[in-house]
């Protein structure tokens, strides 16, 4: 069986069972039945109960008056996120910064959570990362039909309609494309990440592996920034007037 995290144990303890029948109704067999939760997958349901909760704390505290420190947060999250947006989509990018806003805290808080003792970066494991590609594809996609109905589909024909035979077949690759590199992106610097601490602190585990931390961070700020600007780069190419 799979080394498991303290919550991870938990959550199989509690639910293995409910999840195993959940699994096998669907004709998928766990690999381990008796703790078919993953670690990955922990990790990602306490950062979305954590984020769940914090945005519930912050709907129901609102003010014009006298904002507290957890809204000033949120605001100045989306602020960055709607200016970002402003610049790449234009004047009607608000409609997109709440998905916008949502992924990148996702991302970041899994991220991020590696570096608490006993929890480990979900994005560390390639099925998340693919997960958060999946998700910008679809959206982006689904907001170009949104935008363009189905005129949307020019943008896979190219400039000249005796190119489309050609272009086509191209387009296609190079958004399929963008998944495999927002996703290798994100796992690989993840993973490297975590393993370069690990081994610090099991080699000297006071004092340096500190620095390592702080790059740790440095790290998971730098690829929710870029997996978050290349979203919305791609949202642009499917809402733009242009094409």
Same mark, same amino acid.
């Given at each position: 069986?799979?080394?498991?995290?303290?919550?991870?144990?938990?959550?199989?303890?509690?639910?293995? =069972?409910?999840?195993?029948?959940?699994?096998? &109704?669907?004709?998928?067999? /766990?690999?381990?039945?008796?703790?078919?939760?993953?670690?990955?997958?922990?990790?990602?349901?306490?950062?979305?109960?954590?984020?769940? #909760?914090?945005?519930?704390?912050?709907?129901?505290?609102?003010?014009?008056?006298?904002?507290?420190?957890?809204?000033? &947060?949120?605001?100045?999250?989306?602020?960055?996120?709607?200016?970002?947006?402003?610049?790449?989509?234009?004047?009607?990018?608000?409609?997109?910064?709440?998905?916008?806003? &949502?992924? =990148?805290? %996702? #991302?970041?808080?899994?991220?991020? #959570?590696?570096?608490?003792? =006993?929890?480990?970066?979900?994005?560390?494991?390639?099925?998340?990362?693919?997960?958060?590609?999946?998700?910008?594809?679809?959206?982006?996609?689904?907001? =170009?039909?949104?935008?363009?109905?189905?005129?949307?589909?020019?943008?896979?024909? $190219? /400039?000249?309609? &005796?190119?489309?035979?050609?272009?086509?077949?191209?387009?296609?690759?190079?958004? +399929?494309? !963008?998944?495999?590199?927002?996703?290798? !992106?994100?796992?690989?610097?993840?993973?490297?990440?975590?393993?370069?601490?690990?081994?610090?602190?099991?080699?000297?585990?006071?004092?340096?592996?500190?620095? %390592?931390?702080?790059?740790?961070?440095?790290?998971?700020?730098?690829?929710?920034?870029?997996?978050?600007?290349?979203?919305?780069?791609? +949202?642009? $190419?499917?809402?733009?007037?242009?094409?």
């Amino acid at each position: 069986m799979h080394e498991q995290l303290w919550f991870t144990a938990i959550l199989n303890r509690l639910f293995a =069972g409910p999840v195993t029948s959940l699994l096998l &109704a669907f004709h998928i067999k /766990p690999k381990y039945p008796t703790a078919p939760i993953s670690n990955s997958l922990a990790m990602e349901l306490l950062v979305f109960s954590f984020l769940l #909760i914090s945005f519930l704390l912050v709907r129901s505290r609102l003010s014009v008056d006298r904002p507290g420190a957890l809204q000033h &947060a949120f605001e100045g999250v989306e602020g960055f996120i709607q200016n970002q947006s402003d610049e790449i989509i234009g004047h009607h990018s608000e409609a997109y910064t709440p998905f916008l806003a &949502a992924l =990148g805290l %996702f #991302i970041l808080f899994c991220n991020l #959570i590696g570096v608490i003792p =006993g929890f480990e970066s979900p994005t560390a494991v390639a099925v998340v990362p693919l997960g958060c590609a999946l998700c910008a594809f679809a959206y982006y996609h689904a907001q =170009g039909f949104k935008h363009a109905g189905i005129g949307y589909l020019k943008h896979f024909a $190219g /400039p000249m309609p &005796a190119l489309a035979p050609l272009m086509i077949p191209i387009e296609l690759i190079s958004h +399929l494309a !963008r998944v495999l590199s927002l996703t290798i !992106r994100l796992f690989a610097n993840m993973f490297a990440g975590d393993m370069v601490t690990l081994v610090f602190f099991s080699l000297v585990p006071i004092g340096v592996p500190i620095v %390592f931390l702080g790059l740790h961070v440095g790290v998971s700020l730098l690829q929710t920034y870029i997996f978050l600007l290349l979203t919305t780069v791609y +949202l642009s $190419g499917a809402v733009s007037e242009e094409h």
